[in-house]
């Protein structure tokens, strides 16, 4: 129960920072598109996480890069977004991987690392990474790895999200 009551009240602080004068989440103005983080709360609570971070952030799952851009207005640490250009669902339709922040005059561009991602180099050393979001592909073979990946770079006081955890994938 722990562990819920730490994570609904991050959701709601996260609804709150977002509003906050003093001390605002930084985010893109938020539009649906399939493939997208589904929801401006969940968006926020990932914007909230990497400013909480303490080491740099991974994230298994690139798309167009609207997380990764979020997530850079939010924090100084390096983030390394891994896309393999290549979708495992129609629905995501033709893109460019990091195509939101590639071109972007921003301080903490994300760097962008194309490749498989069990097997591409991400320069983070084990058990440092202070978040780590897996949302890559959806075969069995690809969350087990990026799972196992991700839980080997998560510093012990770090963060782990998984999304598209659902029956339909």
Do not use: Q
């Amino acid at each position: 129960a722990d562990v819920i009551t730490r994570i609904v009240g991050s959701v709601s602080e996260a609804y709150g920072a977002l509003a906050d004068p003093a001390n605002p989440l930084k985010m893109v103005p938020w539009v649906f598109r399939f493939g997208h983080t589904t929801e401006e709360g969940n968006a926020a609570f990932m914007c909230l996480l990497a400013r909480r971070s303490r080491g740099p952030i991974v994230e298994f799952g690139t798309f167009i890069g609207r997380n990764a851009l979020n997530m850079s207005f939010n924090t100084n640490h390096p983030i390394y977004t891994i896309d393999s250009g290549v979708p495992d669902d129609p629905r995501y339709g033709s893109y460019v991987p990091g195509e939101d922040f590639v071109n972007a005059d921003i301080a903490n561009k994300p760097h962008l690392l194309l490749g498989d991602s069990r097997v591409v180099d991400i320069p983070v050393e084990p058990h440092t990474a202070g978040f780590v979001y897996v949302d890559g592909g959806h075969s069995y073979d690809v969350v087990k790895s990026d799972s196992a990946r991700a839980i080997d770079l998560v510093h012990p006081d770090g963060f782990s999200v998984w999304d598209d955890y659902s029956g339909t994938w």
